[in-house]
């Protein structure tokens, strides 16, 4: 598991320890740090020993543990230029690995992410990559969260009630907070519920119908949100997003 138990003990005087049980993810520095506080509360543990049990039941969770936080090991902290905000990750077999809307090398990209393509194509005249995998924006700043980490396998939005969101969520208010001129973009009525948490003085939201096949064509084909994103960042005097993969 990703969330390990660390056992810290105490001698007392008759020879016999006591054992507090903490919760050491594995996450990016800058992360960790910012982030400390949620690690110690109450629905962290709980996140953890809920895991830890199903996988005990023999679920299958996705993504692996070594991936619930790779959209912050990818991109530290102090790198942050974007902010895209999926629901939770992909439910099928080697499609997540912690990076919203991303699927792995090798997997083909699913329906939401190949509509991504097409409006990336249509708005900055891309062409369409193959691969789903999108750790190259990443590299660049673009924070792929999702709200909730974990799922289990063929059962979408398993894990929404286990505590996720509540970091996910302090997650982007500290980003809204602590950093200027971020742009977040926030697609289908679920991510834009999360402007809630985001100061409009200090940073662009931009906002379409979700990329899925059943809602793409009533708002997210055509939002030129890429370009968009790019032209907001430049007037910021940041640099931009190579949307090429």
């Known amino acids: 598991?990703?969330?390990?138990?660390?056992?810290?003990?105490?001698?007392?005087?008759?020879?016999?320890?006591?054992?507090?049980?903490?919760?050491?993810?594995?996450?990016?520095?800058?992360?960790?740090?910012?982030?400390?506080?949620?690690?110690?509360?109450?629905?962290?543990?709980?996140?953890?020993?809920?895991?830890?049990?199903?996988?005990?039941?023999?679920?299958?969770?996705?993504?692996?543990?070594?991936?619930?936080?790779?959209?912050?090991?990818?991109?530290?902290?102090?790198?942050?230029?974007?902010?895209?905000i999926g629901q939770d990750p992909y439910h099928g077999d080697n499609q997540a690995h912690g990076l919203c809307f991303s699927v792995q090398d090798k997997i083909t990209p699913p329906p939401s992410?190949?509509?991504?393509?097409?409006?990336?194509?249509?708005?900055?005249?891309?062409?369409?990559?193959?691969?789903?995998?999108?750790?190259?924006?990443?590299?660049?700043?673009?924070?792929?969260?999702?709200?909730?980490?974990?799922?289990?396998?063929?059962?979408?939005?398993?894990?929404?009630?286990?505590?996720?969101e509540m970091f996910t969520n302090e997650t982007i208010k500290i980003l809204s907070e602590r950093k200027q001129n971020l742009v977040f973009l926030l697609w289908g009525k679920y991510a834009q519920e999360k402007s809630l948490l985001i100061d409009t003085s200090k940073h662009l939201i931009l906002k379409s119908t979700h990329p899925s096949p059943f809602s793409a064509h009533y708002g997210f084909l055509g939002c030129k949100h890429f370009s968009k994103t790019n032209k907001y960042l430049k007037s910021k005097g940041i640099s931009i997003v190579d949307w090429q993969l």
């Open 1 to 84: 598991m990703v969330l390990k138990n660390v056992i810290t003990s105490h001698q007392k005087e008759d020879g016999q320890s006591d054992s507090l049980n903490k919760i050491d993810p594995q996450i990016e520095q800058s992360w960790r740090e910012i982030l400390s506080g949620e690690f110690k509360k109450p629905y962290f543990f709980g996140i953890k020993d809920f895991l830890t049990l199903e996988k005990a039941k023999g679920k299958k969770i996705f993504p692996p543990g070594n991936l619930i936080f790779n959209a912050y090991n990818s991109t530290p902290f102090n790198q942050v230029k974007v902010v895209i």
């Open 113 to 164: 992410l190949a509509n991504i393509y097409k409006e990336l194509s249509a708005d900055l005249g891309i062409s369409i990559h193959p691969s789903g995998n999108l750790k190259k924006w990443t590299e660049q700043g673009v924070f792929l969260l999702n709200a909730i980490l974990t799922v289990e396998a063929r059962k979408p939005a398993s894990h929404r009630k286990i505590g996720w």
